[in-house]
């Protein structure tokens, strides 16, 4: 049995079907990547996981429970976090706040020292408030909001958009050893290189069909299929 | 010019108990995203719980309490059976029924103590006038400031000391996130409901003495505090506090020098904030 | 907004919800109207006032909101709902209603009615068909004879059934809703005593011994003007236009009350005022189709001054705190006239907003004057809130306070520790029943029916009811022009006040005028036993000249 299970999965945006019977699995310890084109529903169903969206039909699984149905809240509890590409820090609280916000109801919360060894430049800005942060720092804090919480799932939207090269550079390395450490990761990413450095496996998405499953070696011996679905 | 400083006064006694309804509404309005029409009510509702105890009782910090407590249990029951159904839909949706709510609020009261106007004395401990600077002054409405104060810096702790204020002051912020940080927002945005409808409910009993007591008290006062919830900016605790004493201080001093155009003098300044600065003095920016 | 709302799962919005939100808000209205007060307001119109108010609230006018509004009145309208005619097409369906068709003869576009009468369905169908056969013969040549006459307003439309329409618009919500509950309650008992020939109404030397008015049933319903002329004029419309109401009745603020007087004129129909105070509304606004019976600001004045002047001597400085519309300015105006005239000054007169709830900063500048007489003009609750406030400003403590118009509730909202020692005036007083007998059967009457003891805007109702039911049986017709003529005869009618008539000129009412004085609390026998009454002034010792008033009443049609 996967540790996460995505079976058959129609998800509708009001009234426009976006994931028509999306099927995609992720091992304990394994980083899963998510490709494809703008619009072709990664995001749709990273939110499908988390329970942000709802299905219309098919099931997601998560370590033998149906999670598809449930609120955010319980998903998150049970081990799945959400690293949004939007990031959604709380601009109204500071950094210190954000991650207290997010370790509440954490299980074994990582401490607040062991983050702030991780991502020192959070340290140095935690009594700014979340709105003050550049683009790299809300980044951090969001995937730090998420270690904090101890998942065993990281749901990684995009982490690396938008960034200055040299900011990528760091959070890959932060993201690989994060990997190496056995975390289980699924990611959505645009930068398909940086993607494929991080993963195991690869599912390609198109206009919201899984159109290939490949590890990264096979997808980039096909150059037809990463031009045609990728782009590149 | 003694007649300024009294008219400064009656500006700071009335943004007080502004600050004190606007506070309520800001954090509902933030958190859930909607008006909550049945503001006013809850208002009336309080008077009416502590008009009842004092009237039992004579002792108005029973009649403080009771109208705290049947507040906070009201907002309860409304949200758990009605608001709830009503998170996801339209802003529209949510503006009728909570408007509906009020109005059956409004008429249960009127069904049960008729529409006449209830006699809710000033309590015998501050019923006297001070001398301040050479004018009379009454001292209810100094308490009255002093009971506002007090309740904000109480509501201040419990916002920004507190776990379940961060939870909210968070969710007013962006509600999503904090759901998906795994925190029941559920459980939040009822408790924070019934909150709204208790600091409503104690502004009506504090408010009780200087106002008739009549099923349709609250009606006007809810048009007030959503204009000082403009001006303070959705959401914000400061924003609720500087916009009741800016909208106090507007109504009282125009009053005093034209008294014709204080309404509009308030309504102005509101679209001066809006033209200057539309998410409020103290608001943050892109908000719903 | 768009995220905020995902933060709870699932997505999509149908209309089912939109339903039921606006079902809320309408069911809430009409449930607790109706139910409740006995008012038939209903869905639709709750509806309706939701979705106004709605769009009030909305400003500016943001378009998707307002257009949504007008997609659920289609869809209420759609699921069998009508919403373009709130109160008058929609009615509650109970077995008193069921009864209606049979009763009329012109069968179903009888306006129903809300009877409000215990009576069961065999007793009401046999009455109705009693009357129905009665007009039978009658009725033939009754409406042949009408056909000569050129029709005017509602008539003859209005009378061809066995019944004719009365509405009845009352303060139920608003300012100004204590007193218009009273008006209400005062309009069902009249209404009632006229339709079974009992109370007061029997003992009208015309009405003696029948039951309704010219043998017709006089159906009414009750509209919401929530103390403002706009809903006032809107329900009123709907009455005339579509109940065919042969007259309509109530208000209790001047500014509802003149702007209803104008719609009546418009419309020719026959309109009685609630309460209204002000000079205007048979001064410069005076109407021919519109009779007002209690004190204007002129007679208020005419009796009270010398009161005062009596009790506080002469040399006296008042200072006023008056509502900005026609009333406040018009019995603030008579009070500085006449009691300049006998000796006072007046130091300021402080004109507060309409309505107004938190009076600091007018009362700041009353407690900082050397006045020692302070004139409150405010009614109702705003009466109520600025005596209040008076009272914690320390001013009654160096000034003596008057309220020349004391609204109904306005003891109740003060108690009677403010009220000892106060002067002033209302329309009538429960304590009048020692000098007029039928102001004691109608106390006796109003407390077997509602319980409590009437206050004087439910004199008013009864009363002017009770004139205009008067009028129209000796003008032998409902003809509006023909009433009038009758009514400006000047024939009084005997009432509560004894006899009664109105000034042909003006149509002002000249009726005694009581002076109140307040009780102590140690004097009072009983919770509602605020006042003595220390003086009854003959009504034609204090009218204002005709001249005076400008009063020019348009013509009759």
């Known amino acids: 049995m996967s540790l996460l299970e995505v079976d058959a999965v129609n998800t509708y945006y009001g009234d426009s079907h976006i994931l028509f019977d999306v099927s995609m699995r992720v091992e304990e310890g394994e980083v899963v990547a998510l490709l494809g084109r703008n619009g072709s529903g990664k995001t749709t169903t990273m939110m499908t996981v988390m329970g942000i969206l709802t299905p219309r039909s098919g099931e997601v699984r998560f370590a033998g429970h149906t999670i598809s149905g449930r609120q955010p809240y319980e998903i998150a509890g049970l081990g799945v976090q959400l690293v949004p590409d939007t990031r959604r820090i709380v601009k109204t609280i500071t950094v210190q706040e954000n991650l207290e916000l997010a370790a509440f109801s954490a299980k074994s919360p990582w401490s607040l020292a062991r983050i702030y060894e991780t991502f020192p430049r959070l340290e140095q800005r935690k009594s700014f408030m979340g709105r003050s942060l550049s683009g790299g720092e809300q980044q951090m804090l969001a995937i730090a909001r998420a270690l904090i919480r101890d998942a065993r799932v990281l749901l990684l939207d995009e982490p690396f958009e938008g960034l200055a090269p040299i900011i990528v550079r760091d959070l890959l390395e932060t993201t690989k050893k994060l990997a190496s450490e056995g975390r289980t990761i699924l990611i959505v990413e645009q930068n398909v290189r940086a993607a494929l450095l991080l993963a195991h496996r690869t599912y390609v998405l198109s206009k919201g069909h899984v159109v290939l499953e490949a590890t990264p070696a096979d997808l980039e011996a096909r150059p037809d299929v990463m031009h045609r679905y990728l782009g590149v | ?288 | 907004m768009q995220v905020k709302r995902n933060a709870l799962a699932g997505s999509g919005s149908s209309a089912e919800p939109r339903i039921v939100a606006a079902l809320t808000t309408t069911a809430a209205r009409a449930a607790c109207c109706f139910v409740v007060r006995n008012v038939p307001l209903t869905t639709a119109d709750g509806a309706h006032s939701a979705a106004l108010h709605v769009i009030r609230s909305v400003e500016p006018y943001d378009i998707p909101t307002v257009a949504w509004i007008a997609a659920v009145t289609a869809t209420l309208s759609a699921v069998g709902v009508n919403v373009r005619h709130p109160p008058q097409e929609r009615v509650r369906v109970s077995f008193k209603d069921a009864t209606a068709a049979p009763s009329a003869k012109r069968g179903a576009t009888s306006p129903r009615k809300e009877t409000d009468l215990p009576v069961n369905r065999t007793e009401f169908l046999k009455t109705g068909l009693g009357t129905a056969a009665g007009l039978g013969l009658a009725g033939a040549g009754w409406d042949w004879a009408r056909a000569a006459e050129t029709p005017i307003g509602n008539y003859p439309a209005g009378t061809e059934g066995s019944s004719v329409f009365v509405g009845l618009l009352c303060d139920l919500t608003g300012s100004y809703s204590a007193d218009g509950e009273d008006l209400r309650k005062g309009y069902l008992l009249a209404l009632d005593d006229l339709n079974n020939g009992t109370g007061v109404m029997a003992k009208i030397a015309s009405l003696a011994g029948k039951k309704g008015l010219l043998g017709k049933k006089v159906e009414y319903k009750v509209a919401d003007t929530e103390t403002k002329p706009d809903p006032a004029v809107q329900h009123a419309t709907e009455f005339i236009t579509q109940n065919k109401a042969i007259m309509f009745c109530g208000g209790v603020s001047s500014a509802e009350v003149i702007a209803m007087a104008k719609l009546g004129q418009q419309q020719k129909v026959i309109y009685m005022t609630g309460a209204s105070g002000s000079n205007d509304t048979t001064g410069k606004d005076c109407q021919r189709y519109c009779f007002r019976s209690q004190l204007d600001a002129y007679m208020v004045a005419a009796s009270l001054g010398p009161h005062l002047v009596k009790a506080y001597g002469k040399n006296r400085k008042a200072i006023y705190l008056t509502p900005d519309y026609s009333y406040g300015h018009s019995l603030a105006n008579s009070m500085k006239a006449e009691t300049e005239k006998l000796g006072w000054k007046t130091v300021a007169d402080v004109v507060a907003p309409f309505p107004t709830s938190d009076y600091s900063s007018y009362l700041t500048n009353i407690a900082n004057s050397d006045a020692d007489v302070f004139i409150n003009i405010e009614f109702g609750n705003d009466g109520i809130a600025s005596t209040k406030q008076a009272a914690q400003f320390g001013i009654m403590k160096k000034m003596q306070l008057v309220i020349p118009n004391i609204s109904t509730y306005l003891p109740d909202g003060l108690g009677p520790e403010i009220m000892q020692g106060v002067y002033g005036t209302q329309d009538w007083y429960w304590r009048l029943q020692d000098r007029y007998p039928l102001s004691k059967i109608f106390v006796q009457d109003f407390v077997g029916r509602w319980k409590i003891r009437p206050r004087w805007t439910a004199h008013i109702a009864y009363a002017q009811t009770a004139i205009w039911a008067d009028a129209v049986t000796r003008a032998g017709t409902f003809n509006p022009v023909n009433v009038i003529k009758t009514l400006e005869e000047g024939k009084p009618t005997n009432l509560m006040l004894g006899p009664v008539h109105y000034r042909a000129g003006d149509h002002q009412q000249v009726r005694p005028c009581p002076v109140l004085l307040g009780k102590k609390p140690s004097a009072m026998e009983g919770k509602d036993d605020f006042f003595d009454v220390v003086d009854v002034v003959p009504g034609e010792r204090v009218m204002q000249p005709l001249e005076d008033t400008s009063c020019k009443l348009p013509a009759y049609s």
Do not use: C, K
């Open chain 2, 1 to 288: 010019m003694h007649l300024i400083e009294a008219q400064a006064l009656n500006g700071l006694a009335l943004g007080a108990v502004l600050s004190l309804v606007a506070l309520g509404l800001t954090i509902v309005f933030g958190l859930l995203g909607f008006v909550n029409f049945a503001h006013g009510a809850l208002f009336m509702v309080g008077a009416y719980a502590g008009w009842v105890v004092y009237s039992q009782t004579e002792n108005f910090f029973l009649a403080m309490v009771a109208a705290l407590v049947v507040t906070f249990i009201v907002g309860l029951v409304i949200e758990r059976v009605l608001i709830r159904m009503y998170y996801r839909r339209p802003p529209e949706d949510q503006i009728l029924v909570t408007y509906g709510l009020a109005i059956i609020l409004v008429e249960i009261v009127r069904a049960i103590f008729t529409g006449v106007t209830r006699q809710m004395p000033t309590p015998a401990w501050a019923a006297g006038t001070v001398q301040l600077a050479g004018i009379f002054y009454p001292q209810y409405r100094l308490v009255l400031i002093v009971i506002a104060a007090v309740t904000l810096a109480i509501l201040y702790v419990v916002l920004f000391r507190t776990r379940i204020g961060l939870i909210v002051r968070a969710g007013i912020d962006d509600a999503l996130i904090v759901n998906i940080l795994g925190v029941n927002v559920n459980r939040t945005f009822l408790l924070v409901f019934a909150l709204g409808a208790a600091i409503a409910g104690f502004s009506g009993i504090v408010d009780a003495p200087l106002l008739a007591v009549n099923p349709d008290m609250g009606t006007d006062l809810l048009v007030q505090s959503f204009v000082v919830v403009v001006i303070g900016g959705v959401g914000s605790f400061f924003g609720a506090i500087l916009g009741g004493l800016i909208a106090g201080e507007i109504i009282s001093l125009t009053t005093a020098f034209a008294a014709d155009y204080s309404s509009v003098a308030l309504y102005a300044a509101m679209a001066l904030v809006l033209i200057v600065r539309p998410q409020g003095l103290l608001g943050v920016e892109g908000r719903a």
